[in-house]
Nanobody, 123 residues
Framework: VQLQASGGGLVQAGGSLSLSCAAS????????MGWFRQAPGKEREFVAA????????YYADSVKGRFTISRDNAKNTVSLQMNSLKPDDTAVYYC?????????????????WGQGTLVTVSS
């Protein structure tokens, strides 16, 4: 599976951005999808994940209520709608695909990663 993330950019605090991740190479179905982020000087952290078939979602506490993850299996895409952005949300955002083994909150359980897209939130 090849993953291509897009949609990053510069936004003011309180604003919104929508990230998209397009999958290709293998069938998208069957892969749980997640978003992670890594801020400068910090470790990569879990943001959100969605189960491939039932659409069950998981969120980090820091983004719950502000971010929404969704997927379109017919279009092989997963999206992350980010609202009420804060400067602390500034990071490179990565999408990832997992075969469903282990917690989706742990990056090591993902099999494929996209190249990342930069989100910068100004104060």
């Amino acid at each position: 599976v090849q993953l291509q993330a897009s949609g990053g950019g510069l936004v003011q605090a309180g604003g919104s951005l929508s990230l998209s991740c397009a999958a290709s190479g293998r069938t998208f179905s069957g892969y749980d999808m997640g978003w992670f982020r890594q801020a400068p000087g910090k470790e990569r952290e879990f943001v959100a994940a969605i189960i491939w078939n039932f659409g069950i979602t998981y969120y980090a506490d820091s983004v719950k209520g502000r971010f929404t993850i969704s997927r379109d299996n017919a279009k092989n895409t997963v999206s992350l709608q980010m609202n009420s952005l804060k400067p602390d949300d500034t990071a490179v955002y990565y999408c990832a695909a997992a075969r469903g083994v282990g917690s989706l909150r742990i990056g090591g359980n993902y099999d494929y990663w996209g190249q990342g897209t930069l989100v910068t939130v100004s104060s």
